[in-house]
């Protein structure tokens, strides 16, 4: 059973806009979240993460919200840049913060 | 500060073959994970050691499957015999360990093909 859910397989932006990635989840205890971005070939590279005592978490470009009402998180980026093309995965943890539960990602392509 | 390495990137053997994965953790990252990646998904945990100690095996087909850090730093991930569904990548992490919310730090990964 699937934990940590991302609905779109796939989007496409222009650059110079934004780019939202959603993440559903289903745990209840679920209370700290990650975004990772992965590029072909190599392993996942930590993004930006954000706790469930927050509701919103900003580093440069990227954002990352959190709904814990809804279990729902999601992943900003603006402006997306081509470089910013990649699979970004969602990842969710307990209170233990020693294993996390992915989501299937979701492919970003930023047009040029 | 040198990252997780892995070793080998690919592996291509026929099924019934056994097969072994290596990892080195970064420096001084007490938890190490071997994680399952198969096309179109998210990492799935296989076993999560807290030094030596594999605190975590819960998802390891133990019937093919085996694991060892022995001295708590580096790790061997063993298929014996591999079947065509163990084709995947295979992806190391490691992480400073504790009580909490340690960032987990990946390796490249080993793709696994099973012919």
């Known amino acids: 059973d699937q934990q940590v859910k991302q609905n779109s397989p796939s989007l496409s932006v222009q650059e110079g806009r934004i780019s939202i990635l959603n993440c559903d989840y289903t745990?209840?205890?679920?209370?700290?979240f990650l975004w990772y971005k992965k590029y072909p070939a190599e392993g996942p590279t930590f993004l930006i993460s954000?706790?469930?005592?927050?509701d919103k978490n900003e580093d440069g470009r990227f954002t990352v919200f959190l709904n814990k009402s809804a279990k729902h998180l999601s992943l900003h980026i603006v402006p997306s840049q081509p470089g910013d093309s990649a699979v970004y995965f969602c990842a969710a943890s307990g209170m233990t913060g020693n294993q996390f539960y992915f989501g299937t990602g979701t492919s970003l392509t930023v047009i040029p | 500060e040198a990252g997780v390495v892995q070793s080998p990137r690919y592996k291509i053997i026929e099924k019934k073959q056994p097969v072994a994965f290596w990892c080195n953790p970064i420096?001084?990252?007490?938890?190490l994970y071997w994680y399952l990646q198969n096309l179109g998904q998210g990492p799935e945990l296989l076993i999560r050691?807290?030094?030596?100690?594999?605190?975590?095996d819960s998802q390891l087909p133990k019937d093919r499957f085996s694991a060892e850090r022995l001295k708590g730093v580096d790790s061997t991930l063993k298929i014996q015999p591999a079947e065509l569904g163990d084709s995947a990548v295979y992806l190391c992490a490691s992480s400073r360990g504790g009580s909490t919310y340690n960032e987990q730090f990946f390796g490249p990964g080993t793709r696994l093909t099973v012919l």
């Open positions: 954000i706790s469930s005592i927050k």
């Open positions: 050691y807290e030094n030596e100690e594999a605190v975590d």
């Open positions: 420096s001084g990252h007490n938890t």
């Open positions: 745990n209840s205890m679920f209370d700290y």
